[in-house]
């Protein structure tokens, strides 16, 4: 299957195509030497991003090197009195609890945050749009400084305003349906049986800022008062690539066997 990205699991097929769109040896790599604004004042974020899913040392023809990455504990404030066994739920063999993704159904947020796959960043007037290459799911975040929406269902993506910092975009999710937190556990792990799972309370904060012209920081603040005594945070990165595209990407929900459907995440 020459030119194709394809991640294989038991029963189930994740297909990228064409591989060529994203590496290419030979093509010129733009490189900026100012962090560009739009024209009101506001840093653009607009391009293609490797998330905190690759190790962002860009390799020739614009490469990079995607990694499974999962919050680490030692972040993590205290558990509430309960909250560890409602955070660290036992592996059932059951994908609708162990891997809801390993059945074509969303990661949602903030699970799709640390995925390895890029995500290309749309920015006009009043608003900021996250499409990820990754089932193609996508985020459309108002920036106008609106508040949340009182009467929100709970939903994979939640309910998102955003607003600026300075020159820190700060965006908001509230309303995120209980769904696994991270990509926990997944290939190559010592695991210790548990899928990472957030309420239905969870709030977090994400903060995106230039560090340079082409590399941006992204901090996310976890905070689950069901679980947690206090919000956490966790400081990650992102690496534009100029000449990267979104690919195709493919889930074939209809070979997975809902009780034989593997329980680690899929890259």
């Known amino acids: 299957m020459p030119n194709q990205r394809v991640f ?18 030979s093509q010129a790599v733009p490189v900026r030497t ?11 974020f607009a391009g293609v991003w490797a998330g905190p ?44 609890h162990d891997n809801t993704a390993a059945l074509c159904l969303p990661d949602g947020h903030p699970r799709e945050a640390l995925i390895k796959y890029p995500m290309q960043i749309v920015q006009s007037p009043g608003q900021i749009i996250f499409l990820y290459e990754y089932e193609h799911f996508f985020r459309i975040i108002p920036t106008d400084g609106r ?18 910092e300075g020159d820190t975009l700060v965006i908001d999710p509230i309303a995120l349906k209980s769904a696994p937190l991270d990509a926990y556990p997944h290939v190559g792990a010592v695991t210790d049986n548990v899928v990472r799972y957030h309420s239905d309370k969870l ?33 990650f990165g992102m690496k534009l690539h100029p000449t990267w595209k979104l690919l195709e990407h493919v889930c074939e929900a209809s070979r997975v066997s809902v009780t034989s459907a593997p329980i680690v995440a899929p890259p």
């Open 34 to 44: 100012t962090i560009p604004r739009t024209a009101d004042g506001k840093p653009d």
């Open 203 to 235: 709030h977090t904060i994400e903060r995106i800022r230039y560090t340079d012209p082409m590399t941006a920081s992204y901090e996310i603040t976890i905070d689950d008062p069901e679980i947690f005594t206090k919000p956490w945070s966790q400081m």
């Open 147 to 164: 508040s949340h929406d009182p009467d929100a269902d709970l939903t994979y993506e939640g309910d998102t305003v955003s607003k600026w």
């Open 8 to 25: 294989s699991l038991t029963g189930l097929a994740f297909i990228a195509l064409p591989l060529s769109a994203q590496l290419r040896p």
């Open 53 to 96: 899913g690759f190790s962002h040392e860009v390799g020739p023809g614009d490469s990079d090197h995607p990694r499974t990455v999962t919050f680490d504990p030692k972040f993590w404030a205290p558990f509430k009195p309960g909250g560890k066994a409602k955070f660290l739920q036992p592996l059932t063999g059951d994908a609708r």
